[in-house]
């Protein structure tokens, strides 16, 4: 059974840091692409970022590039989401996903494309 497990979350203040982990079990994680999305309230689910299977590529929303680091430890099953200089605007529930693919060299930024989804963190960012 795959369990998508995300971590990290709470209240910050504007400008602060926050580091999200996601812990993948019951697939071999370094055949699945990941990726996060976020939901606010009243709004629809968006892409974040997104890793390939190596690590060794990224995606970024341009709402969250240059603030926001998504990374990968295949050893420990976990990609890790480090959000710097947090803004009000990135309150939200953050929902990290997984999907097995052949294409190293690939990132994918529909929810759609994604087959395993966590139950999600809630992030706060007070002004």
């Not at 990290?8 to 840091?17: I, N, P, R």
């Amino acid at each position: 059974q795959v369990q998508v497990v995300e971590s990290g979350g709470g209240l910050v203040q504007a400008g602060d840091s926050l580091r999200l982990s996601c812990a993948a079990s019951g697939l071999t994680f370094s055949r699945n692409a990941m990726g996060w999305f976020r939901q606010a309230p009243g709004k629809e689910r968006e892409f974040v970022a997104a890793i390939t299977r190596s690590g060794d590529n990224t995606d970024y929303a341009d709402s969250v590039k240059g603030r926001f680091t998504l990374s990968r430890d295949n050893d420990k099953n976990t990609v890790y989401l480090q959000m710097s200089s947090l803004k009000p605007e990135d309150t939200a529930v953050y929902y990290c996903a997984a999907r097995r693919t052949f294409l190293s060299s690939r990132t994918f930024r529909a929810s759609g494309d994604y087959e395993y989804w966590g139950q999600g963190t809630q992030v706060t960012v007070s002004s």
